[in-house]
């Protein structure tokens, strides 16, 4: 074994039948096939099943009767700012169109270094100088009882729309509406949607009250946003959530929202063809940069706005800031680097000075990748020291977190994610002791990076019809990921080196069958040598249709490759 088979793959036996989506439904433990294969709107389970939904849809109704002050608190995140405009443009909007009344109703988001997430004592106090009578949260805020108490003693009227684990002790019974998916215990069906989804569906409920269509369609607004922030939230692509991103892609893809159209364009994607990659990795970064390092408030007006020059000028701002986002990342990549010790370690701290904390969380995400150990970056800045950690199946960072919070003055995240405030005066005995607890803890399987591979196939079943049978299951994402296949024995026929730096390799390869098949080995620089005609390899990919000139051909991208072992 050599070449560039980095990791262990997990490989299923070979299947014999021919119903390749059946087999990978069934391993994937999809029970109901038909309804995974055919998303349709009808499944979503409605806003009722939302508790609380029915009283925070009465309570803005009758604010909005009263001519009350409406300040939407949302988040500096993709989702944040998703479930902000979604609010906004219904209420401002549609709602007020309908009862042909006038809504005042304003969308706040905290800054993310100066506030930090969620409700605060300084949001909040912002929210009220604001004019605030009635604050709807989204995407946070379910953590925040006693915060919120204070307030409503202040005369704030106060509706919580969130999505986050809810404390473990939470009241059932609140002085408050709380809409969320686990709330008081799993009352929706799917418990893992976003918060913008929850916020789709607190709307559905206000058009149910008010005597609007409630019905959902594929024309029902707002189903583009909810799946960019599914998608950038990564809530799994499965169930519910599926069924969104599903139609949701199918309303950008019409161009009905101008914003997105704009951004598309700016990115490179025709959005005719816009799928979930596509958000995740191209549109997503471009939203979150404005919460990263500009102003979040500026997606905002970018997704709510009609107007093409608008959108046109804060969708090539928003251009700009993900490029300066990526270079700040990078820089400070570079810094973190000259941190990492020779010796072979399982996990790494690293700490450095003024970085920009709206990126330490990419490089530490980016240093995971490459060393696929657990990352915490952190950086002095003044008197303060944020941490952002992101870490590996098995070892939960939020756990281990919370094992040490005598250190922090702040933390939150999940398993695989977190966040941190810590002390400054204790801050180099945090890091000796969190290191060594973690060099205990993690084990050297943990730390084993494995491909999960779906399929072993002939290579002559890698066909038009396999692309097209595959791509039946998406939209692909976290939760749902393109199925990877083995094929196995291939013998080089012809090699060829490809890209400006020479760090590709297609080759033309001949396995079971008759015909030659294309693979196209993506960053096989170091083994372009080592590869030689009639060498013979296994290879896990997925097949691709290259359009070229307008002949269209199938190949096989490969993303890990080895010598056969016979
Ligand atoms: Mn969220």
């Known amino acids: 074994m050599s070449l560039k088979s980095k990791g262990h793959w997990n490989v299923p036996k070979e299947i014999k039948n021919n119903d390749i989506l059946g087999y ?47 300040v939407i608190h949302g988040d500096f995140d993709s989702d944040g700012i998703c479930a902000t405009s979604l609010l906004w443009d219904f209420l401002y909007r549609e709602l007020s169109d309908f009862l042909s009344k006038r809504v005042d109703v304003i969308p706040y988001i905290p800054n993310r270094i100066e506030q930090g997430y969620g409700l605060t004592e300084d949001s909040l106090e912002d929210v009220l100088e604001l004019g605030g009578e009635l604050l709807i949260s989204v995407d946070c805020g379910v953590r925040d009882e006693k915060l919120i108490k ?53 709307i559905q409920e206000i058009r149910r009250q008010v005597g609007m269509d409630y019905k ?25 959530n599926r ?18 159209r704009q951004l598309c364009l700016r990115a490179g994607i025709n959005f005719k063809d816009i799928n979930s990659y596509h958000l995740g990795y191209l549109i997503g970064p471009r939203i979150n940069a404005a919460g990263r390092i500009g102003s979040p408030m500026d997606a905002v007006k970018l997704l709510v706005s009609n107007n093409e ?49 709206g990126v330490i969380g990419l490089v530490a995400g ?78 050297d399987k943990m730390l084993l990076s494995k491909l999960n591979v779906d399929l072993v196939l002939e290579s002559d079943k890698v066909n038009k019809k396999l692309i097209d049978d595959l791509s039946l299951l998406e939209p692909f994402g976290y939760g749902n990921p393109r199925p990877t296949i083995c094929l196995r024995n291939l013998v080089v026929y012809r090699k060829t080196v490809m890209g400006k730096e020479e760090n590709h390799l297609k080759l033309i390869v001949k396995g079971s069958g008759i015909d030659l098949l294309t693979l196209i080995l993506f960053g096989a620089g170091e083994d372009k040598d080592e590869i030689e005609k009639d060498s013979i390899i296994d290879v896990v990919g997925y097949p691709d249709l290259n359009i070229w000139n307008g002949n269209e051909s199938v190949q096989f991208n490969v993303k890990e490759w080895r010598f056969s072992e016979g």
């Open 243 to 260: 069924i969104f991103v599903s139609f949701g892609l199918k309303q950008i893809a019409s161009g009905s929202r101008e914003g997105l």
């Open 150 to 202: 204070k307030y409503q003693k202040k005369n704030l009227s106060v509706i919580i729309t969130d999505h986050h684990q809810p404390p473990e002790n939470i009241s059932p019974k609140l002085s408050y509406p709380l809409v969320h998916q686990m709330f008081p215990t799993h009352e929706y069906p799917f418990p893992q949607i976003c918060g913008t989804a929850v916020v789709f569906l607190l």
């Open 24 to 70: 990978i439904l069934n391993s994937r433990n999809i029970e109901d096939s038909k309804s995974f294969l055919h998303p349709l709107l009808e499944n979503i389970p409605d806003s009722r099943n939302l508790f609380d939904s029915k009283w925070a849809a009465e309570l803005i109704i009758e604010s909005v009767n009263k001519g009350k002050k409406i």
């Open 366 to 443: 980016k240093l995971l990748e490459e060393f696929h150990v657990p990352v915490i970056v952190a950086t002095q800045n003044g008197s303060l020291v944020k941490g952002s950690a992101r870490s590996i199946q098995g070892f939960n960072i939020t756990e281990a977190l919370s094992k040490f919070d005598k250190y922090l003055e702040r933390f939150g995240g999940h398993e695989l994610a977190a966040g941190f405030t810590a002390k400054l005066d204790s801050i180099d005995e945090f890091v000796r002791e969190f290191v060594k607890y973690a060099e205990e803890e993690i084990t």
């Open 309 to 357: 020059k608008t959108c046109n000028e804060i969708s090539a701002e928003l251009d700009d800031l993900n490029f300066q986002r990526q270079k700040l990342t990078q820089e400070i990549k570079q810094q973190a680097e000259d941190q990492i010790p020779e010796k072979k370690f399982k996990i790494l701290f690293i700490l450095g000075q003024d970085w920009h904390e």
């Open 216 to 240: 959902i369609t594929p024309d029902s607004k707002g189903l583009d946003l909810v799946a960019l922030a599914t998608v950038t939230d990564l809530m799994p692509l499965i169930d519910v």
